[in-house]
């Protein structure tokens, strides 16, 4: 008699790859939007962006006159 | 002396011939540095290839932006400067005066038809002053389209013009470009102008003649002493002057090239022109800068993400190029973006290789300053702070979904809460969430827009409200985009809630 079978988990069925844009694997490491993290890894990438929005004065100051 | 009569108009009809342009124009007299001048020739060129075969020139034509500067500096000379311009019309069908008649007695049984149809072939025009050196005022011409050999082009900032001629209406897209004249206005009143020419007429805003761009620029600012001639602008009487015409101007300074290219990818894509304030590289220290306006983006392919910590895409690596108005060269030129590296500075910094495409020019390197955008008032949250929350978006999704880690693409954009709603509409979102997102959401007049894309398809938008200063909490919905398994909507839903917004798929 065959052993029965250990019924798959329903979370199982999201492992599978089903196209580019079907159905995605989950991590279930972490299983959860972990922004902190982001952040952690980002901290670079975050700080270049807003260094932009702080304008010394010597910037107000450039001026533009070309003729050619 | 005779008492001043009405003046006479004709329509004068010429054959194009590549080449031959500078007929069009009279030649000062005195010995100029170059005739025809640069810009001529560039506008020569361009309308050569796209296909020019005929020009109408109007020889009587009143240029509002004209008349400003006659007004204000020109009208004031001892030289009797005429108070009216010439306009040439470019079109790339033959048409002569017969043909033209037979165009006017078609129009008197169906003048919209005809007007539709002519249009099908109007390429643009250019307003011809009568300023020794300088002729070329406004000018309306099209862009080469959304095809390069190398990329695809977006010219989100351009505008609908409509154009009468001999009482038939033509229409064509474009944006306008001008000569700088080095009496009223320098390269960045007319950077400012071009900018504005789109923002305002977005905005339903009078649009400035560069006579009142340099007022405004030199109202309570006189950084170079006299205003007239203009011995140009700073960087803060540009934003006095996109202030004065009713517009918030945005100030992003140059830092690094990955940000400075996040910036240019998001502006453009969402149809805000910017000008871009640059230092040529065969300047010296101490000396002024330029002006240019960024008007169109060239989009290549998204670059893959070389930091291995990283599980997302940067979807501005994808833009090679932009698009300028150069009021040394011409409409739509080139500028290749690319990285330089300065002395005393770790990070390279943004220059741009602006491709004169004539074979007697050579390419000009300027390095990137600062960039200004005019923009609506109300749209107060910051670019870069819109992409810092598009970073922190991706990278979560990317690592809470594996098997999209390194095939995820995010990209900015502002876009106005209608014309979303309209693509949404569109969209594989269900009927019961675009009836959510269009009938029952509060949606600010601009929304900003994170997009995360798949390998294929979009996969997730995140909107925020752009009334707001700051990037969170001011997530107001994230849509998803695509079906997706329960357990993969249950993370973007826990993204929503980490948002604090409503998750609309």
Known sequence: MPSKRKKAPVESATHKKVG???????????????????????????????ESETVPSDVLSFRMKCAR | MPAADYPAKTFQFHRFVSGHLAD???????????????????????????GCKTIIEETHY??????????????????????FCRRLHFFDEAIDIRRWRRLVAAARKDIDKVGQNLSGHYLGFSVVRPLPGHPIGRTVVKTLGPKATDGERIFAPIRPYVVHLGGLRLHTDGLAFQQQDQ??????????????????????????????????????????????????????????????????????????????????????????????AVIPESSGPGEAGHAICAVGAKIGTVQPQTNPALAYRDGSTALKAVYVHDDRLGPYAVARLGAITTPGE??????????????????ESVRLHSIVVPMPVKVRLPVTRL??????????????????????????????????????????????????????SAL??????????????????????????????????????????????????????????QLIM
């Open chain 1, 20 to 50: 580019h844009q079907g159905q995605a694997r989950i991590d279930h490491k972490h299983h959860t939007v972990d922004f902190e993290a982001a952040k952690e890894v980002l901290r670079d990438v975050l700080r270049a962006e807003v």
């Open chain 2, 24 to 50: 069009r124009y009279e030649r000062p007299k005195g010995e100029l540095h170059q005739w025809p001048p640069i810009q001529v020739s560039y506008l020569d060129n361009y309308i050569a290839v796209l």
């Open chain 2, 62 to 83: 009143v240029d509002r932006d004209y008349i400003a500067d006659l007004s204000l500096f020109y009208g004031k000379s001892l030289r009797n400067y005429p108070n």
């Open chain 2, 183 to 276: 009496g009223v206005s320098a390269c960045a009143t007319t950077a400012v102008w071009t900018a504005l020419h789109s923002s305002a007429h977005t905005e339903s805003l009078k649009l400035p003649a560069p006579a009142d761009i340099t007022q405004a620029a030199s109202r309570y600012l006189m950084m170079n002493g006299r205003t007239l001639p203009s011995e140009g602008l700073a960087i803060q009487q540009i934003c006095e002057a996109i202030r004065d015409s009713g517009l918030a101007p945005v100030l992003v300074r140059a830092t690094r090239t990955a940000v400075d290219r996040g910036v240019l990818d998001t502006y453009l894509r969402s149809g805000f022109p910017a000008v871009l």
């Open chain 2, 346 to 363: 770790q990070e390279p910094r943004t220059n741009l290789v602006i491709k004169w495409p004539l074979a007697n020019f050579d390419e």
């Open chain 2, 387 to 440: 992409r810092a929350l598009g970073h922190l978006v991706a990278q979560a999704l990317g690592t809470a979904l594996p098997d999209f880690k390194g095939a995820l693409t995010m990209t900015c954009r502002y876009l106005l809460a209608t014309d979303y709603a309209r693509r949404i509409i569109q969209s594989d979102v269900s009927a019961a969430g675009i009836e959510r997102l269009t009938s029952k």
């Open chain 2, 444 to 501: 600010s007049r601009y929304i900003g827009i994170i997009e995360i894309a798949g390998p294929d398809a979009p996969f997730l938008d995140v909107l925020l409200d752009c009334t707001e200063a700051v990037e969170n909490p001011s997530v107001v919905a994230t849509i998803l985009r695509t079906p997706q398994s329960t357990a993969v909507t249950s993370i973007v839903n826990k993204l929503s809630i980490s948002l604090g917004s």
